[in-house]
């Protein structure tokens, strides 16, 4: 069955930082693009950061660009988010979500439950 | 960047049909894809590639494109429909995922 398995969430005062991991199983990991997803409380689905299979390319929403490093370790089926300097704004669910893999399109066909990220004083 | 449009909320009675709108300049020479999110829980691909439905998605979902439009059309609406629902497409030009700004669907 393909998983992934976020952790790592918690509540972090502002200008902290926090990392993020997700652990994928059911799947060959290193073969697909994997992003991160979020949510803030009551509101609408916001991509954040997106990562290449083999790791060399990274993709970065405006709103966290500079602040926010994706990564990703094959051979541990594992991808991270980095999170510094840390908003309020940036309070939501953050969700691993894995890309589909077709040539002609981008489209998350699989989701983790997601892990809830705090930002407060 | 896209600015992908949706209705925030449709309403629907049990066994009618739910129509649920994207709305963004030629978003018909785009994929637009699915996901439908029920309170608490992660979003789920309904429609993928316009018109394609993964395995365990029930026929009554589906989708179109063409134009200014995209369409996810959900037949014979039941009490578990009830959720919000995204479409989403890619943006070449960013490489970034967009997301519609969500539809909360309510079954009466």
């Known amino acids: 069955e393909v998983q992934l398995l976020e952790s790592g969430g918690g509540l972090v005062p502002p200008g902290g930082s926090l990392r993020l991991s997700c652990a994928a199983s059911?799947?060959?990991?290193?073969?697909?693009?994997m992003s991160w997803v979020r949510q803030a409380p009551g509101k609408g689905l916001e991509w954040v950061s997106g990562?290449?299979?083999?790791?060399?390319?990274?993709y970065y929403a405006d709103s966290v660009k500079g602040r926010f490093s994706i990564s990703r370790d094959n051979s541990k089926n594992t991808l991270s988010l980095q999170m510094d300097s840390l908003r309020a704004e940036d309070t939501a669910v953050y969700y691993c979500?894995?890309?589909?893999?077709?040539?002609?399109?981008?489209?998350?066909?699989?989701w983790g439950q997601g892990a809830m990220v705090t930002v407060s004083s | 960047s896209y600015v992908l449009t949706q209705p925030p909320s449709v309403s629907v009675a049990p066994g009618k049909t739910a129509t649920i709108t994207c709305v963004e300049n030629?978003?018909?020479?785009?994929?637009v894809h699915w996901y439908q999110q029920k309170p608490g829980q992660a979003p789920v691909l309904v429609i993928y590639?316009?018109?394609d439905r993964p395995s365990g998605i029930p026929e009554r979902f589906s989708g179109s494109n063409s134009g200014n439009t995209a369409t996810l059309t959900i037949s014979r609406v039941e009490a578990g429909d009830e959720a919000d629902y995204y479409c989403?497409?890619?943006?070449?030009?960013?490489?970034?995922?967009?997301f519609g700004t969500g539809t909360k669907v309510t079954i009466l």
């Open positions: 990562i290449s299979g083999s790791g060399i390319s990274t």
């Open positions: 590639y316009d018109t």
């Open positions: 030629n978003i018909g020479f785009k994929s």
């Open positions: 979500a894995k890309d589909s893999g077709s040539e002609s399109y981008r489209v998350l066909d699989i």
């Open positions: 989403q497409v890619w943006d070449t030009d960013r490489d970034h995922y967009v």
């Open positions: 059911g799947f060959t990991f290193r073969n697909y693009i």
